[in-house]
């Protein structure tokens, strides 16, 4: 089966940044799309961003815009998310998702298939 693991969480200052790194066991889903998401404590888990097949077509969430940056090399079958200028607001566990079938980019939650365990990312002031 398809596994996911993250890795790069941890404690961050406000106003510095953090790269987070997901890397997936099966090369069958290298191609397909993949996301991040967030949940902060006492909220929804809520979507970070997405990248399509190729890398060349990602959507973030407004939050997050121009701040953080989601990449991937599908040779290592990784995904990263760069993040920079981060706010205690970004204060989240973090997932990595990944589509089973589909190349094209999703903001949904329902649309991913897997997700990894999730990684810790805390931001003091």
């Known amino acids: 089966q398809v596994q996911l693991v993250e890795s790069g969480g941890g404690l961050v200052q406000a106003g510095g940044s953090l790269r987070l790194s997901c890397a997936a066991s099966?090369?069958?889903?290298?191609?397909?799309?993949k996301g991040w998401f967030r949940q902060a404590p006492g909220k929804e888990r809520e979507f970070v961003a997405t990248?399509?097949?190729?890398?060349?077509?990602?959507d973030y969430a407004d939050g997050v815009k121009g701040r953080f940056t989601i990449s991937r090399d599908n040779a290592k079958n990784m995904v990263y998310l760069e993040m920079t200028n981060l706010k205690p607001e970004d204060t989240a566990v973090y997932y990595c998702?990944?589509?089973?079938?589909?190349?094209?980019?999703?903001?949904?939650?329902?649309?991913?298939?897997?997700w990894g365990q999730g990684t810790q990312v805390t931001v003091s002031s």
């Open positions: 998702a990944a589509r089973k079938y589909y190349s094209g980019t999703s903001t949904s939650e329902s649309a991913y298939d897997y």
């Open positions: 990248i399509g097949w190729s890398g060349d077509v990602t």
């Open positions: 099966a090369r069958t889903f290298s191609s397909t799309a």
